[in-house]
């Protein structure tokens, strides 16, 4: 027995068919248009920085693009499926055919598909990872280290001697830091880390990168508002992976420096920023004596070195 449909429910099922997709591209090229909920943005965050919203641009972009392409492979399926059904028992649809027009659209879009989306996904890298347009006013060294975070704000408090000095907050499990970034100016994050891989995001940022020992990754983020923002390591970097947590404040120009400032003042500088606090290299299960020497007792020591880019090498 060979499948037969009766005329007019398939007829009303294609039609069906053909309105729910139309009613999931209105949707979809509609939610591309406001943004303001986590829906709209398919299930991003809301970008709190200027770079995010290229992030999310490409994002939408990208779902826009498969989903039309979806549909539009969905309904040819549908259309060939009805278009080429069996008639009747007797009779076996021809099993070959082909169509040249046909073959060269189906090999050169896809071709073309895939360099657009290479297009948007350089130019947006290029965006959020270092924009040549947009100058750079804020260098830190975030160091991971197992298992919190060290900030380094290089140059940026004069201290007593008159020279511009490093100053630096340091994460322990006890005492989750705070990143400081000042509003409306451009940030460069220089991620390092003296042992294993950990990785530094931000969900408003949306964007989050490993930081990786003897590789010198960075990104930068232009934050928009005011406001602290919950940050963590998104690498399984060892036991206490979990306790690698931090905050993000982001502030005006004169809270910033007014911040650096009680960090001169508490003790927290050096000349060069530093690898990593004291729990930096602390393995659980070490004896007493046996660990290795603290990070920060390193990078001082080697007091010498005068350019930035050596922290953590
Ligand atoms: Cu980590």
Redesign the pocket.
Known sequence: MGLQLPERSAVKRLRRVSLAALLGLTFVLLAGCGSETQGERLGMPDPVTVEGEATLDLWQGAWIAALATGVVVWGLIFYAVWKFRRRSDDEVPIQTRYNLPLEIFYTIFPIIMVIVFFDHTISTQNTVLNDPDVPVENTQYIV?QQ?QWTFNYPDEVEGDDGEMVNVYEVGTGARIPTLHLPVDETTRFELRSPDVI??FGVPGFLIKMDVMPGQENHYQVTPKTEGTYAGK?Y?L?GVY?SR?IFNVKVESREDYEAYLQSLYDAGNFSEQPICGGDDARTQAGLEEGEEAESASEVANGSGDESDDEEICA
Do not use: I, K
Request: glycine share 12%; hydrophobic share 20%; with cysteine.
């Open positions: 991971g298992w950990h990785d390591c690498e970097c992976h690698m």
